[in-house]
């Protein structure tokens, strides 16, 4: 059986502030080689616009997607939606559920949980018409991987907020999500197929998970958390996962109000990272006890056993 693997090789990225969101060729590497030590025939394929035509050469069975696209507010959209069009099975949500956890606004609606009070701006203007609670944080509304996420996020007045917010917009040419800062570690949880995994704790010095600890995270910045936190964001993941009808690989992300206990639901990456030096999948795969080869089989089972 032949298996195409899609990625955007950060190498490639256009746009320097989207390079987290790439993936290696050491990452690619690892995934072609577990599937070909699982007997696939598999072959990596850049996710771009001359997708289609490389896989109606290569006529795959599966397509094993990491793609985080490169350009637009739908970049995500593109490889599955290509794939929905071509009916090749893929281990990914579909580019409808795709978009709704691209936006981050929309993704809190439809978990229906816990969240930071927040409101979508699209201009600076719009911020006169709203009472604040400071402080706050700004972040684009349609990025991924703590992208435009910094120590001048979190404002204290309202000041700070509309040069923030107006940063914001004209950088990132889309609306800045305003929400209640939460004061506490940020917590992860991946969800496999519904089955959560290991919850940790992802430290950092200033509680604010930016896109410069993206970037430079490693195994170090995880740490397990205790049964009873563990036990509540295994409920709050899964139900994220139910409600949004995620597939396959989801990584739900919270933060934990240290003064209350409270946990808050933040956002879910639909195309998170499963590098084998850094990731949080790799991480929690060791916790388990497991090889981490045995990640990429227990991806694409599900599917190969629903084709069946």
């Given at each position: 059986?032949?298996?195409?693997v899609t990625a955007n090789l950060f190498v490639n990225y256009p746009d320097a502030r989207r390079v987290s969101e790439g993936d290696s060729e050491s990452t690619?590497?690892?995934?072609?080689?577990?599937?070909?030590?699982?007997?696939?025939?598999?072959?990596?394929?850049?996710?771009?616009?001359?997708?289609?035509?490389?896989?109606?050469?290569?006529?795959?069975?599966?397509?094993?997607?990491?793609?985080?696209?490169?350009?637009?507010?739908?970049?995500?959209?593109?490889?599955?939606?290509?794939?929905?069009?071509?009916?090749?099975?893929?281990?990914?949500?579909?580019?409808?559920?795709?978009?709704?956890?691209?936006?981050?606004?929309?993704?809190?609606?439809?978990?229906?949980?816990?969240?930071?009070?927040?409101?979508?701006?699209?201009?600076?203007?719009?911020?006169?018409?709203?009472?604040?609670?400071?402080?706050?944080?700004?972040?684009?509304?349609?990025?991924?991987?703590?992208?435009?996420?910094?120590?001048?996020?979190?404002?204290?007045?309202?000041?700070?907020?509309?040069?923030?917010?107006?940063?914001?917009?004209?950088?990132?040419?889309?609306?800045?999500?305003?929400?209640?800062?939460?004061?506490?570690?940020?917590?992860?949880?991946?969800?496999?197929?519904?089955?959560?995994?290991?919850?940790?704790?992802?430290?950092?010095?200033?509680?604010?998970?930016?896109?410069?600890?993206?970037?430079?995270?490693?195994?170090?910045?995880?740490?397990?958390?205790?049964?009873?936190?563990?036990?509540?964001?295994?409920?709050?993941?899964?139900?994220?996962?139910?409600?949004?009808?995620?597939?396959?690989?989801?990584?739900?992300?919270?933060?934990?109000?240290?003064?209350?206990?409270?946990?808050?639901?933040?956002?879910?990456?639909?195309?998170?990272?499963?590098?084998?030096?850094?990731?949080?999948?790799?991480?929690?795969?060791?916790?388990?006890?497991?090889?981490?080869?045995?990640?990429?089989?227990?991806?694409?089972?599900?599917?190969?056993?629903?084709?069946?």
């Amino acid at each position: 059986m032949k298996i195409a693997v899609t990625a955007n090789l950060f190498v490639n990225y256009p746009d320097a502030r989207r390079v987290s969101e790439g993936d290696s060729e050491s990452t690619i590497l690892f995934v072609l080689e577990s599937l070909r030590n699982l007997g696939f025939t598999a072959r990596f394929f850049e996710g771009d616009l001359e997708l289609v035509t490389k896989l109606r050469e290569y006529s795959p069975s599966l397509v094993f997607n990491m793609c985080e696209g490169y350009i637009g507010a739908g970049r995500e959209l593109l490889v599955p939606a290509v794939l929905e069009a071509m009916e090749i099975k893929q281990t990914g949500s579909n580019s409808i559920v795709t978009a709704s956890t691209m936006d981050k606004y929309m993704a809190k609606v439809l978990a229906g949980i816990k969240t930071p009070v927040a409101v979508k701006i699209t201009s600076e203007s719009e911020l006169d018409s709203t009472q604040y609670n400071f402080p706050l944080l700004v972040k684009p509304l349609w990025e991924g991987s703590s992208i435009g996420i910094d120590s001048r996020s979190c404002v204290s007045n309202l000041s700070e907020l509309r040069s923030v917010v107006s940063r914001s917009i004209s950088e990132y040419n889309q609306p800045a999500l305003v929400e209640e800062y939460i004061s506490g570690p940020d917590i992860t949880v991946g969800i496999l197929w519904g089955h959560a995994l290991p919850v940790c704790f992802v430290r950092s010095s200033e509680n604010i998970f930016s896109s410069e600890l993206t970037a430079e995270s490693d195994f170090g910045v995880y740490e397990k958390a205790p049964a009873d936190i563990s036990e509540r964001v295994y409920d709050m993941g899964r139900q994220v996962y139910e409600r949004l009808g995620l597939r396959g690989f989801v990584r739900v992300d919270f933060k934990l109000r240290e003064d209350t206990g409270e946990i808050f639901f933040l956002e879910v990456n639909a195309f998170p990272q499963i590098s084998p030096d850094r990731s949080y999948f790799a991480w929690a795969y060791d916790q388990l006890g497991l090889d981490y080869s045995e990640f990429i089989s227990d991806v694409i089972s599900p599917v190969l056993g629903a084709a069946a």
